[in-house]
Nanobody
Framework: QVQLVESGGGLVQAGGSLRLSCAAS????????MGWYRRAPGNPRELVAT???????NYADSVKGRFAISRDNAKNTVYLQMNSLKPEDTAVYYC???????????????WGQGTQVTVSS
């Protein structure tokens, strides 16, 4: 069993900051990439940022320069520092991890339950 548990969402005014955390737990052999996605009402889920096991990062154009993704491999945790938040950042944010549960299994994606981020104007 593998669980991804997010925390850190909430309500913030435009221009403010939030930091999301996501901790992976359970039977984990190796975590490859980790990332954050979001889904705003009426929209499909979209990529926000990803980070590889070697700390290479990738960002959606809409968040470049404002958001920063990082990870702590010792804690199996990924973070998303969100600065200069805008009302259009309002969404449910989901954590994702591509991981192997054992040396005998292949990698697959796991998802957290989501955390709401609301940015008021």
């Amino acid at each position: 069993q593998v669980q991804l548990v997010e925390s850190g969402g909430g309500l913030v005014q435009a221009g403010g900051s939030l930091r999301l955390s996501c901790a992976a737990s359970g039977s984990i052999f190796r975590i490859n990439s980790m990332g954050w996605y979001r889904r705003a009402p009426g929209n499909p889920r979209e990529l926000v940022a990803t980070i590889t096991s070697g700390n290479s990062t990738n960002y959606a154009d809409s968040v470049k320069g404002r958001f920063a993704i990082s990870r702590d491999n010792a804690k199996n945790t990924v973070y998303l520092q969100m600065n200069s938040l805008k009302p259009e950042d309002t969404a449910v944010y989901y954590c994702n991890a591509d991981l192997r549960r054992s040396i005998a299994t292949i990698s697959r994606a796991y998802w957290g339950q989501g955390t709401q981020v609301t940015v008021s104007s």
